[in-house]
């Protein structure tokens, strides 16, 4: 029998790394389990514990399959993750060697138990965008105050709701007690739910406070969903006055700039009026993250879609600081909208071929607007 070679360990941006021949095994500074990579897959595990699966298909087109984990396979997984510790060489370096001694404390059972604490802390965190997948989510709301997008089934059964700062108090102690020693690790904060910046200004001012009061080791740098259509009765100042307070980034669902697409999609407003508010959250500073959607219907509609989309964000003075994100669309499961929306749209392609769709639109806008074009699934949000 051939003896076991010791698996080499290193500190790797604030998580230990574990190295055989073929698998990196990645645990965060407290211990626990993160990514395992062995050839082209990859198992991560999510903040409530479960375990994703992800499976390159096509490099060209980023096409990607994401399964859940069936809970007796994770099991098994979590277990041999931490059984490998026990052939892992002493790192020379002290850092290394106690992170390792911490990863090593953990057990498949009280790893389970932690990640219940996300239950406890969190309804669930339906989407994110690219760029906060290291912030901390705060749920400042629940829910959408509008909720009626037929494409949409992220907040269906959820009720919109502003929490109170009793209530607001209680959410980050416990996202505290989830995080621990994680939360240094965290590049700032995302407001969440949906179009959180439908709130009061006062209010959004008052909430990042306690934030910022609560878990101070997170650096005070806020971003935030909204939507077009609520900017009627934002003040410049406003906007401005939480910018200085900290909010650096707003994200946009425009989906499209096509005025019959949004009409079948039920986004209120115009493409033009949609301009607009970016246009003024723009004058108020802020860097911009704007969602477009592709991979809806066919032929005219579709090809009306692209070229509206591209005529609406060259009219507004995004720059190199903003983002525009081009999201292949996804069937929403639980919208009661959907099989009727489907129909009405002719025809929805697979998703790899959305996925071509989207390689085509980033091609094409990155040709002529200053701010940078990419692609954003929805399916790799893994919170």
């Not at 959250?281 to 879609?305: D, N, T, Y």
Request: charged share 25%; aromatic share 8%.
């Amino acid at each position: 029998m051939t003896a076991q070679l010791p698996q080499a360990t290193r500190i790797v941006k604030h998580s230990l790394q574990l190295w055989s021949a073929d698998t990196v095994t990645t645990f965060d500074r407290t211990g626990r389990f993160v990514r395992l990579v062995k050839g082209s897959q990859v198992v991560r595990r999510k903040l409530n514990g479960h375990l994703v699966r992800v499976t390159e298909v096509n490099r060209e087109n980023h096409s990607r399959i994401y399964e859940a984990v069936a809970e007796e396979e994770a099991n098994s997984i979590v277990e041999a993750v931490y059984k490998s510790l026990d052939t892992a060489a002493k790192p020379t370096d002290e850092l290394a060697a106690e992170w390792l001694r911490r990863a090593r404390a953990w057990t498949p059972e009280t790893l389970k138990a932690d990640g219940e604490k996300f239950s406890q802390a969190y309804l669930p965190v339906s989407i994110l965008p690219p760029g906060e997948y290291q912030s901390v989510v705060v749920q400042i709301t629940e829910g959408c105050s509008y909720n009626r997008c037929r494409f949409c089934d992220f907040y269906r059964n959820r009720p919109f709701h502003v929490k109170n700062e009793t209530q607001l108090r209680g959410h980050l102690h416990q996202i505290r007690e989830l995080f621990g020693l994680r939360l240094q690790d965290r590049t700032g904060f995302f407001l969440g739910d949906g179009n959180a910046l439908v709130i009061a200004p006062n209010r959004l001012q008052s909430a990042m406070a306690v934030t910022v009061q609560e878990l101070p080791e997170v650096p005070a740098q806020f971003s935030i969903f909204m939507d077009t259509f609520n900017m009627g009765n934002k003040l410049t100042e406003d906007l401005q006055e939480l910018r200085r307070h900290g909010l650096e980034t707003v994200y946009v669902g425009l989906e499209s700039g096509y005025n019959p697409m949004r009409e079948l999609l039920r986004k209120p407003g115009t493409g033009a009026q949609a301009a607009q508010s970016i246009v003024r959250l723009k004058e108020a500073g802020f860097r911009i993250g704007v969602m477009v959607m592709v991979g809806m219907g066919h032929g005219e509609l579709a090809g009306q879609h692209l070229a509206h989309t591209r005529e609406i964000l060259e009219s507004i003075p995004l720059d190199a600081r903003d983002m525009i994100f081009v999201s292949p669309f996804v069937e929403p499961e639980d919208s009661p909208d959907w099989p009727q929306l489907k129909a009405e749209l002719q025809s929805v392609v697979s998703y790899s071929q959305r996925l071509t769709e989207a390689q085509r639109w980033i091609h094409l806008l990155n040709r002529t607007l200053p701010a940078k074009v990419t692609l954003y699934s929805v399916l790799e949000h893994l919170y």
